[in-house]
C-alpha cells in the first residue's frame, strides 16, 4: 500500500497543493488528472521522493519514506519521468540500467537481471532496437525505452508521468493494455495522464487535482455521473458504451 | 568482431534472448575495474621498481688527492668538492666566462654563451639546452664534477634535487652588482687555484671602478638629488626598473637616485604625469631581446610621444640606449667599462 | 545509417583493445627508457631495471632522468584524461575539462605566490601547487552547492572563481614581475625536471584516484542519464556528483601540481576515446585513462627527441599530433551520419 498523509507539495517552501492524503492500492491504476498547472507531476514525483514534501508524509508498505534508504525505495517504487535528457547510449544499455538499485556492491548483472533486461525489451517491442543509440530512436521508441527500463527495475508500484505522450494512436493502445496486463500482475500503477478519456477508460480511480488540492478520488463511472468533469475542465462529458467497452467523449 | 542481432528474430511475445552469450556474461568483479586494476598494479610494480633501484645507489668513492674545499653559494648551501674540478659545466653565460677568468674550462654551456662570440666558446664544448631551459640528461651525460648554476632561474633550482641524487657538486649564485661578482670570482679562483688570476681580474677590475667613480663625484658637485628614470625595453613594451638592478646599483654609487624610489608605482605602471613632475635628468634604456628593435621601440615611445617628448632629459638629449653586452649581460671583468661608460653619459 | 553497435560483441571488442594498449604502452616506456641524448640499448636496460647496473653513466641517465619523466607523463596523461572524463560525464558537458572546476587557476595562483614569497622553497612548489588546486576546487564546489548544486551552477561557480584567481594572479605578476619565469614554466607544462621523489609523492594520489574512478564508473554512467532518472534508480545524486568532481580535482590537481599545464589532454582524450568506442562501455575509463597515457608519453618522447638538445613543450606536440586525429574522427563521425560527439 502506498499511502500519501497530508502531503504538501510545491517548490522552495511555496506549496502547489496541501493536504492530500491519497491510498494506492496493488493491482490498481490510478490516474491523476487536472489542468495545466494545478500540480500533478509536483504531487507524482513528491509521492516518488524525487522532490522533498513541504508537509505531511508518504509511506510504503507501512514504512516512512525517510526510513527507507534510496537503494530501498527504488527497488520498491519505480518513476518514468516525462521528459529526459539527451543520453547516447543503446536501448539496451539503457534498460540494463533499470537493474542498477538491485546490483550489488560490483556492479555487475547476474542472469535473473539479464533475463528481466530481455523481458523488458520484449514486452515493450523495441527488441530490434537493443543496439541502436537512443538519440538515432523516434520520439515515441524513446519513451518505449524509458519504459522498457521502468519495467526491467522489477517494482510493484510504478508512477508513470505521462507515458503515453509523443506515442501514435497504435502505440497509445498498447501502452494502455500493457498497464491492464501490469495491473493483472498486481502492480500498483499510478500515473498522471493529459488524456483523459484514455485515463478514464483504464484506471480503476481517478484523482482529480484543482484548486491546491484533490477534487475528486473516485471510480471513473462515478466522477463522470458526479458532474466535476465539467467544472474542472469546462467541458461535458459523455459516457458512451462501445464493444471494447465504457468510452468517454467529450463536447 | 562485430555481430549485430539478427532483425525479426524477437517478437514481443518472445521470451527468448537475443544475444545467447549474453546468459553467460555472468562476472562477480566487475568487468570495468577489474581488467583496469591489473593495468595500475603494474604500472605501480613499475614505480616501486624504480624506486627499488634507487635503494642499490652506492656511494661515490672518495678521491682524496687534494685538499676538499668547501664553500658556502649564495642560496647558503654547504658545496663540497672533494678532488679538483675538471669536468665544468655553466648554465649561464655570465657563469661560463666568470668561470674562464677565473682559470677554468668548460664542458658544457647553454646557448646563450654561443651566442656571444666574445666569450671565445669552442666547438668542443658541449650544448646543454637553454639558459631557461636547460637538459638535465645532456648535462648527466657530460658527467661533470662542478656544475653552475642561477639562484634565479626557476629550472636551475628545480635541478638542485637532481644534481643532489647524482651526487655532482653545484652552486648556485646571484649576480647583479661588482661585489656579487667579486664574491663570487673569489670562490671559483680558489676552486682553480690561480690566485693571481682574482688579482687581475677581480681585485685590479675594483681598483678601476673605485678611480672612475671618484673621479666623476669629485668633478660633479650637483648630482646631489639628481635623478633617473631606468627603462627596459622590450620589442613590444617598455617598463620602468627599480634601484636594485646592476645599473641601478651603479647610479646610486654615482649619487643618482632612481625615480621609482620615490614613486614605486611606476614600476607597475609608466605614470607620464609623476615622471612630468619629477623631470628626471637622465632617462637610461636597457634593450632586451633583439637590440634594434628594442631601440626602436625606445625612440618610438620617447620621441613620438609628446609628453615624453616634454621631458627636459629627451629635449636635452640626456636619454641613452646602455649596450646589452655592459648592461644586460653581466661586465664580469669589463666593470671598468660599464662605470666609465655610465661616467661619460653622466657629464653630457 | 546509424552506426550499430552490439552489447556483448562491444565488451568483447573493447576487452580484446585492453592487451593492445598495454602492449603499446609498454613499448613506449621501452622506447621512452632508451632513445636519448645517449643511447642505451635493451640488454642495458635490463641490467639496469634489475638492478645489475647502478654505477654507469646509463643507469644515471636512466634513474634519475629518463624513469621519472616517463612515469610522469604516464601518470598526468592518465590523471588529466581520467579527469576530463569524470567531468564530461558528471556536468553532462563536452566542453568540460578541469579548468572548469578551478583547479588551474588555483594551482597558478599558490604556484606564484609560492615563487613569489619562497623563491627558494623549489621542493615545496608541488605540495603549494597542489595545496591551491583543491581549495580552489572546494570552493567552486561550495559555491555551487550554496546555489542548488546542479550542473549549470556548478560550471557557472567554476568560471567565477577562474576568473577571480585569474586575476589575483595577473596582479601579483604585476606587483612583482619577477616571478613572470615561474609562471611561464606554469603556463606551459612540461616533464623535465620533475625528480623521482617527486613523482613517488603523487603516484599514489593518482593511482588511488584513478581506481576509484574506475569502480565508480557505473555509477557516473548512471548519473549521466539526468538527475530525476538517477535518483528513481535510487543513486544518491549529491553525494555521488561530490564524490565525482572531488576524484576529478584529485587527479587533475596532481597532475598540475607535478608537470604544470599541459591542456589538451582533459579535454580532447575522452572525446577521441568516446568516437572510438562509445561512452557506453564499461571499459570507457579504463580506455581513456590508458589513451591519455599512451599519448602523453609518445609525445613527450618526440618532444625531448626531436631537436635535442632542446626540447619542444609537450603541450605543443600534444596539440600537433592530437588535433589532426581528433578531426579526422569528427569528420569520420559526420560522414557516418551519426551525432556522438
Request: with cysteine; proline share 4%.
Amino acid at each position: 500500500m502506498f499511502e500519501l498523509e497530508n502531503l504538501s507539495v510545491g517548490y522552495k517552501g511555496r506549496p502547489v497543493m496541501e493536504g492530500v492524503s491519497l491510498t494506492f492500492r496493488p493491482g490498481e491504476i490510478t490516474t491523476i488528472i487536472g489542468k495545466n498547472g494545478t500540480g500533478k507531476s509536483t504531487l507524482l514525483k513528491t509521492a516518488c521522493s524525487l522532490l522533498k514534501p513541504l508537509a505531511g508524509s508518504v509511506r510504503l508498505e507501512g514504512k516512512a519514506q525517510q526510513d527507507h534508504t534510496r537503494r530501498q525505495w527504488a527497488q520498491k517504487v519505480a518513476f518514468l519521468a516525462q521528459s529526459h535528457a539527451d543520453s547516447n547510449c543503446t536501448v539496451h544499455s539503457l534498460v540494463t540500467h533499470g537493474r542498477y538499485p538491485h546490483l550489488g556492491f560490483s556492479r555487475s548483472m547476474g542472469e535473473g537481471d539479464l533475463r528481466l533486461v530481455e523481458d523488458a525489451l520484449a514486452t515493450m517491442g523495441i527488441g530490434e532496437l537493443r543496439d541502436t543509440s537512443l538519440l538515432q530512436i523516434s520520439g515515441g521508441e524513446r519513451q518505449k525505452a524509458y519504459l522498457a527500463m521502468a519495467l526491467a527495475q522489477d517494482t510493484p508500484y510504478l508512477c508513470l508521468d505521462e507515458p503515453a505522450t509523443y506515442l501514435d494512436l497504435a502505440v497509445h493502445k498498447e501502452i494502455l493494455r500493457l498497464l491492464g496486463a501490469l495491473k493483472a500482475q498486481g502492480k500498483c500503477i499510478i500515473a498522471v495522464m493529459h488524456d483523459v478519456g484514455a485515463a478514464l477508460e483504464v484506471s480503476d480511480h481517478i484523482c482529480l487535482l484543482g484548486n491546491g488540492g484533490v477534487l475528486s478520488y473516485a471510480r471513473p463511472e462515478a466522477l463522470v455521473r458526479g458532474g466535476l468533469m465539467e467544472e474542472a475542465f469546462g467541458v461535458a462529458c459523455t459516457q458512451v458504451s462501445t464493444r471494447e467497452g465504457e468510452r468517454y467523449l467529450f463536447t | 568482431m562485430t555481430f549485430s542481432c539478427a532483425k525479426g528474430a524477437s517478437s514481443p511475445m518472445s521470451r527468448r534472448p537475443c544475444c545467447p552469450s549474453q546468459d553467460k556474461q555472468v562476472s562477480l568483479v566487475p568487468l570495468g575495474s577489474r581488467v583496469p586494476f591489473v593495468f595500475l598494479s603494474l604500472l605501480f610494480l613499475l614505480t616501486l621498481l624504480g624506486a627499488g633501484c634507487a635503494r642499490q645507489e652506492s656511494q661515490p668513492a672518495r678521491v682524496g688527492r687534494t685538499t676538499p674545499f668547501q664553500f658556502s653559494d649564495d642560496l647558503q648551501r654547504r658545496v663540497l668538492l672533494t678532488k679538483r674540478a675538471e669536468r665544468v659545466v655553466a648554465l649561464s653565460s655570465s657563469f661560463a666566462q666568470t668561470w674562464l677568468l677565473a682559470g677554468g674550462v668548460l664542458i658544457g654551456v647553454t646557448s646563450d654563451a654561443f651566442s656571444r662570440e666574445a666569450l671565445g666558446i669552442g666547438e668542443e664544448v658541449a650544448l646543454i639546452g637553454t639558459i631557461k631551459d636547460p637538459n638535465s640528461e645532456a648535462i648527466l651525460a657530460l658527467e661533470p664534477d662542478f656544475v653552475l648554476l642561477s639562484a634565479d632561474i626557476p629550472s636551475h633550482l628545480a635541478l638542485s634535487a637532481l644534481l643532489t641524487e647524482c651526487s655532482i657538486p653545484h652552486a648556485y649564485f646571484h649576480v647583479e652588482t661588482l661585489d656579487d661578482y667579486l664574491a663570487m670570482l673569489s670562490r671559483l679562483t680558489t676552486l682553480t687555484g690561480e690566485e693571481e688570476l682574482f688579482k687581475k681580474n677581480g681585485l685590479d677590475v675594483h681598483q678601476s671602478c673605485t678611480e672612475v667613480l671618484a673621479g666623476h663625484t669629485k668633478g660633479e658637485s650637483q648630482s646631489e638629488g639628481e635623478t633617473y628614470l631606468l627603462l627596459r625595453a622590450y620589442s613590444t613594451k617598455v617598463r620602468a626598473k627599480g634601484g636594485d638592478t646592476m645599473v641601478g646599483e651603479m647610479l646610486r654609487q654615482f649619487g643618482y637616485t632612481n625615480l621609482t624610489e620615490l614613486h614605486p608605482s611606476l614600476l607597475e605602471e609608466l605614470g607620464i604625469e609623476t615622471i612630468l613632475k619629477e623631470d628626471p635628468t637622465h632617462i637610461f634604456v636597457i634593450p632586451m631581446g633583439d637590440e634594434r628593435s628594442a631601440k626602436a621601440s625606445m625612440e618610438h615611445m620617447l620621441t613620438s610621444n609628446p609628453a615624453f617628448k616634454a621631458l627636459g632629459a629627451v629635449k636635452d638629449g640626456r636619454y641613452h640606449l646602455l649596450p646589452k653586452d655592459l648592461f644586460h649581460y653581466k661586465p664580469n671583468n669589463r666593470w671598468e667599462e660599464s662605470y666609465a661608460y655610465l661616467a661619460h653619459l653622466l657629464s653630457q | 545509417m546509424p552506426i550499430l553497435r552490439t552489447c556483448s560483441a562491444n565488451k568483447g571488442a573493447h576487452k580484446a583493445l585492453v592487451p593492445l594498449v598495454c602492449c603499446s604502452l609498454g613499448l613506449l616506456i621501452f622506447l621512452s627508457l632508451t632513445i636519448g641524448a645517449t643511447p642505451i640499448g635493451a640488454k642495458g636496460l635490463l641490467a639496469i631495471l634489475l638492478g645489475e647496473d647502478t654505477r654507469s653513466l646509463s643507469y644515471r641517465i636512466v634513474r634519475h632522468v629518463r624513469l621519472p619523466r616517463t612515469l610522469a607523463a604516464m601518470l598526468c596523461g592518465m590523471a588529466m584524461a581520467l579527469s576530463g572524463a569524470i567531468l564530461q560525464k558528471v556536468l553532462h558537458n563536452p566542453l568540460a575539462g578541469p579548468s572548469l572546476i578551478g583547479v588551474n587557476s588555483g594551482a597558478g595562483l599558490f604556484t606564484l605566490l609560492g615563487a613569489a614569497f619562497f623563491p627558494h622553497l623549489v621542493a615545496l612548489g608541488p605540495t603549494v601547487a597542489f595545496v591551491g588546486a583543491m581549495l580552489s576546487s572546494l570552493l567552486v564546489y561550495t559555491l555551487a552547492r550554496r546555489s542548488g548544486s546542479t550542473r549549470l551552477t556548478i560550471i557557472l561557480a567554476g568560471v567565477a572563481v577562474s576568473s577571480l584567481l585569474g586575476s589575483c594572479t595577473d596582479a601579483l605578476l604585476t606587483l612583482r614581475p619577477d616571478t613572470q619565469m615561474g609562471r611561464l614554466d606554469f603556463l606551459i607544462g612540461s616533464f623535465a625536471h620533475i625528480p623521482f621523489s617527486q613523482v613517488v609523492q603523487g603516484a599514489p594520489y593518482i593511482v588511488g584516484s584513478a581506481l576509484l574512478a574506475l569502480v565508480l564508473g557505473h555509477d557516473l554512467t548512471i548519473l549521466s542519464l539526468g538527475d530525476e532518472v538517477a535518483l528513481s534508480l535510487g543513486l544518491d545524486v549529491g553525494r555521488t556528483r561530490f564524490f565525482a568532481l572531488m576524484l576529478a580535482s584529485l587527479l587533475s590537481a596532481s597532475s598540475v601540481s607535478m608537470c604544470g599545464l599541459v591542456g589538451f589532454v582533459g579535454l580532447v582524450i575522452p572525446h577521441m576515446v568516446r568516437s572510438l568506442i562509445g561512452e557506453d562501455s564499461s571499459l570507457y575509463l579504463f580506455h581513456t585513462a590508458a589513451a591519455g597515457a599512451v599519448l602523453t608519453l609518445g609525445c613527450d618522447l618526440v618532444a625531448r627527441n626531436l631537436f635535442r638538445p632542446y626540447e619542444l613543450p609537450v603541450g605543443i606536440v600534444l596539440s600537433f599530433i592530437g588535433s589532426p586525429f581528433f578531426l579526422l574522427l569528427l569528420f569520420r563521425q559526420k560522414n557516418k551520419g551519426g551525432s556522438h560527439v
